[in-house]
Protein backbone atom coordinates (compact mmCIF):
# COMPACT_ATOMS: atom_id res chain seq x y z
CA UNK A 1 0.00 0.00 0.00
CA UNK A 2 1.19 3.31 -0.95
CA UNK A 3 2.06 5.39 2.34
CA UNK A 4 2.96 8.82 3.13
CA UNK A 5 4.56 10.20 5.96
CA UNK A 6 5.28 13.51 7.38
CA UNK A 7 7.00 13.25 10.69
CA UNK A 8 7.17 16.78 11.85
CA UNK A 9 3.86 18.30 13.13
CA UNK A 10 4.78 22.09 13.50
CA UNK A 11 8.12 23.91 12.78
CA UNK A 12 9.47 27.37 13.70
CA UNK A 13 11.51 29.12 11.38
CA UNK A 14 13.22 32.40 11.77
CA UNK A 15 12.15 35.00 8.64
CA UNK A 16 15.12 35.15 6.12
CA UNK A 17 16.20 31.28 7.02
CA UNK A 18 15.98 28.58 5.18
CA UNK A 19 13.88 25.70 6.21
CA UNK A 20 13.29 21.74 5.32
CA UNK A 21 9.95 19.96 5.74
CA UNK A 22 10.48 16.47 5.56
CA UNK A 23 8.37 13.86 3.81
CA UNK A 24 9.11 10.03 2.97
CA UNK A 25 6.57 7.50 1.08
CA UNK A 26 6.50 3.89 0.26
CA UNK A 27 5.37 2.63 -2.64
CA UNK A 28 6.07 -0.53 -5.33
CA UNK A 29 4.84 1.68 -8.20
CA UNK A 30 7.61 2.77 -10.18
CA UNK A 31 6.11 5.37 -12.23
CA UNK A 32 4.56 8.38 -10.10
CA UNK A 33 4.29 11.83 -9.30
CA UNK A 34 5.56 13.86 -5.88
CA UNK A 35 3.59 17.44 -5.10
CA UNK A 36 3.97 19.80 -2.42
CA UNK A 37 0.91 22.13 -1.69
CA UNK A 38 0.57 25.33 0.95
CA UNK A 39 -2.54 25.79 2.48
CA UNK A 40 -2.87 29.34 4.02
CA UNK A 41 -5.79 29.47 6.93
CA UNK A 42 -8.07 30.59 4.18
CA UNK A 43 -8.23 27.15 3.41
CA UNK A 44 -7.34 26.81 -0.37
CA UNK A 45 -4.90 24.47 -1.40
CA UNK A 46 -2.32 26.22 -3.29
CA UNK A 47 0.22 23.97 -5.37
CA UNK A 48 4.20 24.69 -4.92
CA UNK A 49 6.28 22.07 -6.66
CA UNK A 50 6.39 19.12 -8.64
CA UNK A 51 8.77 16.32 -9.22
CA UNK A 52 8.31 12.75 -11.23
CA UNK A 53 9.85 9.76 -10.22
CA UNK A 54 11.63 9.57 -13.41
CA UNK A 55 13.19 13.21 -13.03
CA UNK A 56 16.89 12.48 -12.58
CA UNK A 57 17.02 16.66 -11.35
CA UNK A 58 15.65 18.62 -8.01
CA UNK A 59 12.76 20.25 -9.14
CA UNK A 60 12.91 24.17 -8.61
CA UNK A 61 10.48 26.96 -8.11
CA UNK A 62 11.57 30.22 -7.03
CA UNK A 63 12.30 30.00 -3.42
CA UNK A 64 11.06 26.40 -3.38
CA UNK A 65 13.14 23.16 -4.21
CA UNK A 66 12.66 19.88 -3.66
CA UNK A 67 15.34 17.68 -2.16
CA UNK A 68 14.34 14.03 -4.06
CA UNK A 69 16.27 11.00 -3.03
CA UNK A 70 14.51 8.17 -4.68
CA UNK A 71 16.61 5.25 -3.16
CA UNK A 72 15.60 6.63 0.47
CA UNK A 73 11.99 7.07 -0.91
CA UNK A 74 12.25 10.69 0.39
CA UNK A 75 11.05 14.28 -0.80
CA UNK A 76 11.98 16.80 1.47
CA UNK A 77 10.77 20.46 0.51
CA UNK A 78 12.92 23.34 0.98
CA UNK A 79 11.76 26.69 1.28
CA UNK A 80 14.64 29.55 0.99
CA UNK A 81 15.12 32.80 2.24
CA UNK A 82 11.76 32.39 4.87
CA UNK A 83 8.67 35.20 4.51
CA UNK A 84 6.15 35.97 7.22
CA UNK A 85 3.36 34.67 4.47
CA UNK A 86 5.22 31.38 4.42
CA UNK A 87 3.42 30.26 7.46
CA UNK A 88 0.73 27.95 7.01
CA UNK A 89 0.31 24.50 6.69
CA UNK A 90 2.22 21.80 3.86
CA UNK A 91 0.79 18.59 2.53
CA UNK A 92 3.23 16.55 0.90
CA UNK A 93 0.99 14.52 -1.78
CA UNK A 94 1.52 11.44 -4.45
CA UNK A 95 -0.35 10.74 -7.42
CA UNK A 96 0.41 7.28 -9.14
CA UNK A 97 -0.19 6.09 -12.46
CA UNK A 98 -3.50 4.21 -12.00
CA UNK A 99 -6.73 4.38 -13.22
CA UNK A 100 -8.08 7.02 -10.83
CA UNK A 101 -4.73 8.51 -10.42
CA UNK A 102 -6.02 10.31 -7.21
CA UNK A 103 -4.18 12.06 -4.80
CA UNK A 104 -3.30 10.99 -1.59
CA UNK A 105 -1.80 13.25 0.97
CA UNK A 106 0.44 13.10 4.11
CA UNK A 107 -0.63 14.46 7.41
CA UNK A 108 1.19 17.84 6.90
CA UNK A 109 3.42 20.09 8.43
CA UNK A 110 2.38 23.47 9.79
CA UNK A 111 5.66 26.10 9.48
CA UNK A 112 5.24 29.00 11.52
CA UNK A 113 7.70 32.08 10.14
CA UNK A 114 8.96 34.12 13.66
CA UNK A 115 9.98 37.73 12.47
CA UNK B 1 -8.01 31.38 -16.45
CA UNK B 2 -6.25 28.98 -14.15
CA UNK B 3 -8.67 29.00 -11.24
CA UNK B 4 -10.91 26.97 -9.50
CA UNK B 5 -14.17 28.58 -7.79
CA UNK B 6 -16.71 27.29 -5.49
CA UNK B 7 -19.63 28.44 -4.23
CA UNK B 8 -20.55 29.33 -1.76
CA UNK B 9 -17.65 29.70 0.71
CA UNK B 10 -19.71 28.68 3.79
CA UNK B 11 -22.72 26.83 4.14
CA UNK B 12 -24.48 26.18 7.80
CA UNK B 13 -27.65 23.66 7.45
CA UNK B 14 -29.57 21.34 9.43
CA UNK B 15 -29.42 18.03 9.15
CA UNK B 16 -33.19 17.64 7.47
CA UNK B 17 -32.05 20.16 4.98
CA UNK B 18 -31.01 19.28 1.46
CA UNK B 19 -28.67 21.91 0.05
CA UNK B 20 -25.38 21.85 -2.82
CA UNK B 21 -22.33 22.85 -3.69
CA UNK B 22 -20.92 23.80 -7.05
CA UNK B 23 -17.74 23.64 -8.31
CA UNK B 24 -16.33 25.22 -11.47
CA UNK B 25 -13.19 25.26 -13.80
CA UNK B 26 -12.51 26.77 -17.16
CA UNK B 27 -8.84 25.13 -17.63
CA UNK B 28 -10.32 22.36 -20.33
CA UNK B 29 -9.42 20.25 -17.37
CA UNK B 30 -11.60 16.70 -17.68
CA UNK B 31 -10.89 15.21 -13.81
CA UNK B 32 -12.61 16.60 -11.21
CA UNK B 33 -12.71 15.87 -7.56
CA UNK B 34 -14.15 15.95 -4.37
CA UNK B 35 -12.34 15.89 -1.28
CA UNK B 36 -13.51 16.10 2.21
CA UNK B 37 -11.13 17.79 5.12
CA UNK B 38 -11.86 17.92 8.76
CA UNK B 39 -9.71 20.34 10.70
CA UNK B 40 -6.08 19.84 11.46
CA UNK B 41 -6.58 16.67 9.07
CA UNK B 42 -4.79 16.50 5.20
CA UNK B 43 -7.73 16.63 2.76
CA UNK B 44 -9.32 12.89 1.86
CA UNK B 45 -10.71 12.01 -1.21
CA UNK B 46 -14.21 11.46 -1.91
CA UNK B 47 -15.25 11.17 -5.32
CA UNK B 48 -13.21 11.69 -8.92
CA UNK B 49 -15.19 12.21 -11.80
CA UNK B 50 -13.47 11.53 -15.37
CA UNK B 51 -15.09 12.90 -18.78
CA UNK B 52 -18.15 13.48 -16.56
CA UNK B 53 -18.29 9.84 -15.55
CA UNK B 54 -17.65 8.90 -11.74
CA UNK B 55 -14.47 7.12 -11.89
CA UNK B 56 -13.93 6.77 -7.89
CA UNK B 57 -16.23 6.57 -5.29
CA UNK B 58 -14.23 6.44 -1.88
CA UNK B 59 -16.85 4.69 -0.42
CA UNK B 60 -19.14 7.59 0.48
CA UNK B 61 -22.49 7.65 2.30
CA UNK B 62 -24.99 8.01 -0.15
CA UNK B 63 -26.15 11.62 1.88
CA UNK B 64 -23.69 12.76 -0.53
CA UNK B 65 -24.40 12.95 -4.26
CA UNK B 66 -21.87 14.08 -7.17
CA UNK B 67 -23.05 15.24 -10.10
CA UNK B 68 -21.14 16.10 -12.76
CA UNK B 69 -23.59 17.84 -15.50
CA UNK B 70 -20.76 19.05 -18.13
CA UNK B 71 -16.94 19.25 -18.51
CA UNK B 72 -16.29 22.57 -16.44
CA UNK B 73 -19.15 22.09 -13.45
CA UNK B 74 -19.25 19.68 -10.99
CA UNK B 75 -21.64 19.60 -7.82
CA UNK B 76 -21.56 17.92 -4.29
CA UNK B 77 -25.53 17.56 -3.61
CA UNK B 78 -25.98 17.12 0.73
CA UNK B 79 -29.27 15.82 2.32
CA UNK B 80 -29.49 14.17 5.81
CA UNK B 81 -26.50 15.10 6.86
CA UNK B 82 -24.67 14.31 10.14
CA UNK B 83 -23.13 17.08 12.49
CA UNK B 84 -19.34 14.75 12.16
CA UNK B 85 -19.94 16.02 8.46
CA UNK B 86 -19.00 19.93 9.10
CA UNK B 87 -15.72 20.15 7.31
CA UNK B 88 -13.99 21.67 4.34
CA UNK B 89 -15.20 20.59 1.04
CA UNK B 90 -12.53 21.33 -1.58
CA UNK B 91 -13.08 20.77 -5.14
CA UNK B 92 -9.85 20.06 -7.60
CA UNK B 93 -9.25 19.70 -11.13
CA UNK B 94 -7.04 18.26 -13.09
CA UNK B 95 -5.69 17.16 -16.90
CA UNK B 96 -7.38 13.26 -17.92
CA UNK B 97 -6.25 11.38 -15.60
CA UNK B 98 -4.94 8.30 -18.09
CA UNK B 99 -2.33 10.85 -18.85
CA UNK B 100 -0.56 10.01 -16.10
CA UNK B 101 0.67 11.16 -12.61
CA UNK B 102 2.09 13.70 -13.87
CA UNK B 103 -0.29 16.79 -13.34
CA UNK B 104 -0.52 19.13 -10.31
CA UNK B 105 -4.25 18.91 -9.41
CA UNK B 106 -5.88 22.64 -8.91
CA UNK B 107 -7.67 23.18 -6.01
CA UNK B 108 -10.57 26.00 -5.37
CA UNK B 109 -10.87 27.78 -1.99
CA UNK B 110 -12.93 25.44 -0.68
CA UNK B 111 -16.75 25.34 0.97
CA UNK B 112 -16.96 25.39 5.12
CA UNK B 113 -20.04 23.31 6.03
CA UNK B 114 -21.02 23.49 9.05
CA UNK B 115 -24.08 20.89 10.01
CA UNK B 116 -25.91 21.48 12.69
Known amino acids: AQKITQTQPGMFVQEKEAVTLDCTYD???????LFWYKQPSSGEMIFLIYQGSYDEQNATEGRYSLNFQKARKSANLVISASQLGDSAMYFCAMRFLKIGNDMRFGAGTRLTVKP | DTEVTQTPKHLVMGMTNKKSLKCEQHMGHRAMYWYKQKAKKPPELMFV???????INESVPSRFSPECPNSSLLNLHLHALQPEDSALYLC???????????????FGPGTRLTVL
Open chain 1, 27 to 33: TSDQSYG
Open chain 2, 49 to 55: YSYEKLS
Open chain 2, 92 to 106: ASSQEITSGPYNEQF
